[in-house]
C-alpha cells in the first residue's frame, strides 16, 4: 500500500482502529506455555516468536520465500482469534466449526481498514490458511515447530493436557519434511526423545 501525499485523516482513525484492537490478542491464552514453563503464552507472544524464528531460520527453507510477506504472515495469522478464540491444534471437536469462526472473525477485523490494506491483510491470512505457496508453506511450518519446540522444553505439557499422541504430532509438523529437509531428522529426534521420555505417547 502505498502513501499518497496528505493524511487521509479518516483512513489514519481506520487504522489506529484496526491497531487498538489487534492489541487484544495479548489477552488471548493459548495452551502452550512459555519455555520456562511458569505460564501460558498470549497470541501477540506466539506471533512474535513465530516471526523471529522465521526470521532466523529462514536459510533452512528448502524453496525461495518472500521473508517480508512471511513476517506479515507471521503477524496476521492468528488475529482472528481476537474474536474466533484459540482453537486447540488437537481439538477434534473444535475444528468442526473453526473455520466458520474465522472467517466470520476475518470479516470483522479486516473490515476495520481502509479498503486497499483491508485486502492485502485478508489474503495473506487466507494464503497462510491454505498452504499451497512456498510462503505460506514455511510460515506454517515455522507456525507448528514453535509450540513443539515448547513442549518439549516444558515436559510436554499441552501434549499431555490434550492427550495428544505422536501420530497426531508427527501429522501436524509433516509439512516441515518437504519445507525445511535438512532441519526434519533434528525434528524426528525431538519427537522421539519425548516418546522415549514419556513427554509424548506413542
Not at 512474535?48 to 506479515?72: C, G, N, P, Q
Request: charged residues 30%; negative net charge.
Amino acid at each position: 500500500m502505498k502513501r499518497v501525499a496528505g493524511l487521509d485523516r479518516s483512513c489514519f482513525e481506520n487504522q489506529m482502529k484496526f491497531l487498538i484492537e489487534a492489541d487484544k490478542m495479548k489477552n488471548i491464552l493459548r495452551q502452550t506455555l512459555l519455555a520456562d514453563g511458569s505460564r501460558r503464552e498470549n497470541d501477540a507472544e506466539h506471533s512474535w516468536h513465530f516471526a523471529l524464528m522465521a526470521m532466523t531460520l529462514a536459510e533452512y527453507s528448502a524453496r525461495e520465500i518472500d521473508m517480508l510477506r512471511v513476517l506479515k504472515m507471521a503477524l496476521l495469522h492468528d488475529i482472528v482469534e481476537i474474536y474466533a478464540g484459540d482453537t486447540f491444534a488437537y481439538d477434534e471437536k473444535g475444528h468442526e466449526d473453526k473455520a466458520e469462526r474465522e472467517a466470520a472473525a476475518a470479516d470483522k477485523i479486516f473490515a476495520m481498514l481502509p479498503a486497499e490494506q483491508s485486502a492485502e491483510y485478508r489474503e495473506l491470512w487466507e494464503e497462510f490458511d491454505a498452504m499451497e505457496t512456498a510462503d505460506s508453506r514455511y510460515a506454517a511450518t515455522i507456525d507448528r515447530l514453535q509450540p513443539l519446540v515448547n513442549n518439549y522444553l516444558t515436559n510436554g505439557h499441552t501434549w499431555k493436557l490434550g492427550n495428544v499422541t505422536s501420530d497426531k504430532v508427527y501429522k501436524r509438523i509433516s509439512v516441515a519434511e518437504d519445507t525445511i529437509p535438512e532441519v526434519w531428522p533434528i525434528i524426528r529426534k525431538y519427537i522421539e526423545k519425548a516418546i522415549d521420555s514419556g513427554m509424548l505417547k506413542r
